[in-house]
């Protein structure tokens, strides 16, 4: 099970920070804010969403079966 939790908590910390980085990166080759980027931005912004999920599911497992 330690795995798992390790697992998501990994991914969803990877999602985030690669949401970060392509809106930045769209933004600094664009130089302007546009609808395929503001699209790309919605789409990213569903990534990190479930990069936080992810991080939240591992956090309550590992207090339900790691810490007790």
Request: hydrophobic fraction near 55%.
């Amino acid at each position: 099970m330690e795995i798992i939790i390790t697992t998501l908590d990994v991914v969803g910390k990877l999602m985030i920070a690669y949401t970060a980085i392509r809106v930045h990166w769209r933004v600094r080759q664009e130089h302007r804010i546009d609808k395929r980027v503001f699209r790309e931005m919605r789409q990213e912004h569903v990534v990190g969403i479930f990069g936080m999920i992810f991080i939240i599911i591992a956090y309550i497992l590992e207090i339900i079966f790691v810490l007790s």
